[in-house]
């Protein structure tokens, strides 16, 4: 670097200053101080390593660019408008109504892979994006992750450090704006590099401290960083909060706030510029590997009646889709053997990745995947899927197109009692913007539909169960997203039942026909979300009276979506669910004490039909 | 130890592990294998270090031990039967129905602080005990925890390990049982325990590196983690999985089922033992530590009409609270200044604690507390409690008493985004068993609400808006939990709102009486669970139609909570929420953007009124 590189990136950083300060001012909010301090860093990044096409976003070799500390959006934002990328006017519309240059980033804007501004989101995602590079696109394309320090507390950081480490991920780099001072005040462990430099180098990476705000030292790390060999680096920038600016710099309680004099800011900072950057484009191959497939789905068919339990019939569908489509790719939580995510595994050792016991590093590395086009499944145990909850919140709002998968959903996984138990699952996956739920209750229904969801946007959710379930549809039924299926047919009341519950559903109804004389129609809510709205209110209307039974808490879930479904023509619904806390026990009597089975089914149905005709 | 202890131990450690073979084989399943790896260490843990009396379980001076590898539940159980607190008839219910001896445990079982058996969970909640012992009771009790080495994958151990090593927490010891082989097939380090060691010393740690299968070494190792100065210490134990047993001992595909043989096992070791260990009781000060405090409760009070936000009053409550009750306290994961713990910060900075931003250890260290009777209070932004969302679901199946409080709920937030936005909240902990969810409207029914929160059972979460609400209740009035205010009354519909939207529908109300003519009722169901299922059927017979309207996704939220409530006595009710994705706008375009706002319910009561009459 000679001395006028040197002097243009000092401006350019400045530049990056001043626009943040000018952007923050014209919305009156936003973080300018968590932008400062990162000015140099993403200067040189910007100038002098990133490799991507400013005019062609969809360049599969492009590098990627994730700023996991998602509230620096001022200062991303000044980074594409010096690229060219966003005029200056539209900066300043920076937070406004219907601007695409959002309070923290999302995919709305080119070169935004995925949204941030949940802490500890951005790296596990990035992490997910450099193993697509290298296992799966097989791009020489590199992958930059601007952390902040606070944000290192995230648990989420370390499973991605973990498994990044592990996978010796070369392709990535993750730049560390150290400036000491989170929201409220100082960091754990302030300007102490060397404390970080410990913790990430314990996981496998190679680490480099600098003064953050040299582009002298920056160049040489980043050029380090993209050269580097077996190992991910982490760059540990030492920065001021609000650097450049006697206001705010390295002062508490500016977190979050926009400068308060940014006229005398702006002089402070040597007025504003008006530089632009060629962004380098990438050179080398463009072309993402294809893996080999078939091209024709031929998925597994069960016998009607046989027992197979839908997360069996799962793991052999996805294997067999995998075999049909070579975009399809699949992630473990260590759990494969019981998700039965292993016939996958087994059949596409190259498209299936070991995530080991770490659900978020899961579904993030699954969002890296589908941003760059593959069609991931993540699975393992509903309950479990949990502990990614707000990872999966972020997909949504990223835009993500993602395929979960939750085993051993309900009481009637038996014995192993209710930590294993996802009886929340249906409730927290409605509440995700955008999602598809669905429950299927035998083999063939869950072949169908695990086929079926790779062919819709969003995030979906299948809910599998533990044992085996009688087979109920022939192998060439077909299953509509928003469909439901009448399984039987009477007047008198409707069961609506999903998954393991619709075997009991039917059982009542024969039960009822036989024991009782009441004919009942039951229907099969295998799409939980979208409801069939249509299907439910005719059988309202034909019978009066509706009986819900799930194998979920109370709140949120089928019984929930029936009624909402009839919200605006109601008829009277009885919610049977799990409502008191369940201990370990046979799946049968688990069933039974949660008055959720065949004989609890029968007796509402009785009394609903009583009051009715009472 | 003389050759007499040492063969007492290795006996003792036979026996746990037949009477774990024993207890999987009468359950037909269970985990033998995971219990076998760690014999050796908990029977020197049970006979030589731990200190607490089997008698008397609530004594505050006792030793506590964590099973953070909850599958390992049979090797537990054996170890109480060793300590004469359950008989060897009890034990072989293992699994049974009704059998407080659960597939993994719960404080069904005395000494069991947590519910275990989500990975990653039992070492968070071990820091907060050995917090509360430190800080809080400031008794020198010793707090096990022994964790699995496949569960080190969960970024929630690294949060853990950061909070503990932090403060220098050197009264909890981490056994890492480092049988090499998980669920599916071997961990990532295998038997590099050194690969642990870096990663955990890195961390502020004291570590040892043991053989896990060698009594001496083991006892070395707890005595000097008991008598560690400046640092916590974590034990890495090298063990074998299935450990004296040909059938199953390091073999792949063992996991979590009974031994084949369990009679040619037991004969492999030797045969049933029946020892007893005299458990050495605690010696030294029992009385937890007392802080000073009022007894009587004086909340801030605030003036009718004046603006304030519900977070503000929450903050200024919870230290009014504080001052009356020296047994409340607060976690903060480095947002108090936007959440307004600071206020409790100030008051009572001896119980007031910094996460940072490391939710699940947030709530864990809260779970640690209220094990011990503290009654803790923990908060940061609504979205970033889905971060946490597995741990309160665990800390539901743990019996746990803790409050929650979530701010910056909805999409009125404004300009930050959806990122920062709490728009799932309602329905997730409306999803937690026996939870309670509060959603008050204004500063004084804020500050009542967060008073009698602590008075409450079970998982409480109370969720505050960011911008200030004009105050519309005297400071006086009470808000019984479960019951709703009644603001307006009219006969031609009803409009129940929560939080912020009350207030659009008292402008609604006004706006339909005074331009319409429409007379409706407004109820504030800041109850939301359990809700004024009375009130709210009064309101729909009188009525005869309902407006639902809520800053929240349509699913699981106040919408769904009042359609359950009237399921079956239903009458049509239309529910307004959050469908589309916000992006960045000011708070009041974003109500009005989503629907929520004034106009879009007097265009909503009036459309039900219309077809009411038409």
Redesign the interface.
């Given at each position: 670097m000679d001395e006028r590189d040197y002097r243009f990136l000092c401006d350019l950083a400045a530049q990056l200053r001043v626009d943040s300060v000018r952007a923050s001012a014209a919305?009156d909010?936003?973080h300018p101080t968590s932008s400062m301090s990162a000015a140099e860093l993403m200067a040189v990044l910007l100038a002098r390593h990133l490799r991507l096409d400013p005019r062609d976003p969809a360049n599969p070799a492009n590098d990627h660019l994730i700023f996991s500390k998602?509230h620096a959006s001022p200062l991303l934002y000044s980074m594409v408008k010096a690229a060219g990328v966003v005029t200056d006017d539209e900066l300043l519309t920076f937070?406004?109504?219907?601007?695409?240059?959002?309070?923290?980033p999302?995919p709305?804007l080119p070169f935004v892979d995925v949204?941030?501004?949940?802490?500890?989101f951005g790296l596990p995602v990035g992490v997910g994006l450099a193993l697509t590079g290298r296992k799966l696109d097989r791009l020489p394309y590199h992958v930059w992750v601007l952390c902040g320090d606070?944000?290192l507390?995230?648990?989420?950081?370390?499973?991605a450090f973990?498994h990044a480490g592990?996978e010796g991920l070369t392709n990535l780099t993750v730049i560390v704006d150290v400036n000491r001072l989170?929201?409220?005040g100082p960091?754990?462990h302030g300007w102490d590099l060397s404390a970080y430099a410990?913790?990430i180098?314990?996981?496998g990476w190679h680490t480099i401290e600098i003064d953050g705000h040299d582009p002298g030292e920056i160049d040489y790390a980043l050029a380090d960083a993209r050269g580097a060999r077996r190992r991910p680096t982490a760059v540990l920038a030492r920065t001021s909060k609000g650097y450049g600016v006697s206001e705010v710099e390295d002062r508490e309680?500016k977190h979050g706030k926009p400068i308060k004099d940014p006229e005398q800011a702006i002089i402070e900072l040597g007025g504003p510029r008006d530089l632009t950057v060629d962004v380098r484009p990438p050179t080398g191959p463009r072309d993402p590997y294809d893996f080999v497939a078939t091209g024709t789905l031929d998925l597994p068919a069960y016998e009607m009646g046989e027992k197979v339990a839908t997360r069996q019939a799962f793991g052999e569908a996805l294997a067999a889709l995998g075999a049909a489509c070579g975009d399809v790719v699949a992630l473990?939580g260590?759990?494969?053997?019981?998700t039965k995510l292993?016939a996958f595994a087994k059949a596409h050792p190259e498209r299936f990745f070991?995530c080991?016991?770490?659900e978020?590093?899961m579904v993030a590395a699954a969002i890296g995947m589908q941003a760059r086009g593959w069609r991931p499944y993540a699975a393992t145990f509903a309950?479990?899927l949990?502990?990614a909850?707000?990872f999966v919140?972020?997909a949504?709002?990223s835009r993500a197109d993602l395929c979960l998968v939750g085993s051993h959903a309900g009481v009637s996984i038996g014995?192993?009692?209710?930590?294993?138990m996802g009886?929340?699952d249906l409730?927290?996956f409605?509440?995700?913007?955008?999602s598809t739920v669905l429950y299927p209750c035998d083999a063939n229904q869950t072949a169908r539909l695990v086929a079926d969801m790779a062919g819709l946007g969003g995030i979906r959710y299948l809910r599998t169960t533990r044992g085996g379930t009688p087979v109920v549809y022939g192998a060439d039924e077909r299953f509509p997203i928003g469909g439901s299926k009448v399984l039987r047919t009477g007047g008198q009341a409707t069961i609506v039942a999903a998954g393991i519950t619709v075997h009991e559903a039917l059982a009542a109804a024969d039960d009822l026909l036989d024991e009782d004389g009441i004919a009942v129609t039951v229907i099969d809510a295998y799409s939980v979300?979208p409801i069939d709205v249509e299907r439910l209110r005719i059988a309202a209307a034909d019978t009066g009276g509706i009986v819900t039974v799930e194998d979920h808490?109370?709140?949120?879930?089928l019984?929930?979506?029936v009624?909402?479904a009839?919200?605006?023509?109601?008829?009277?619904?009885?919610?049977l669910a799990v409502s008191a806390?369940p201990?370990?026990?046979?799946p049968q009597?688990q069933l039974e004490?949660a008055g959720i089975d065949r004989h609890a089914i029968r007796l509402a149905v009785q009394d609903l039909v009583k009051r009715a005709t009472g």
């Open positions: 919305a909010s936003g998602g937070r406004r109504h219907g601007s695409r240059l959002e309070g923290h999302t709305r949204a941030t501004g949940s802490l500890g606070s944000e507390a995230e648990g989420s950081i370390w499973e973990e592990h989170g929201q409220r960091t754990r410990r913790r180098s314990a996981f309680g473990d260590e759990v494969a053997d019981s292993d070991e080991y016991i770490a978020q590093q309950a479990f949990t502990r909850y707000d919140r972020m949504a709002i014995e192993d009692g209710p930590s294993q009886l929340e409730a927290a409605r509440a995700v913007h955008g979300k808490w109370p709140e949120g879930g019984g929930d979506a009624l909402a009839l919200a605006t023509s109601p008829v009277p619904v009885v919610k806390l201990g370990s026990a046979t009597e004490d």
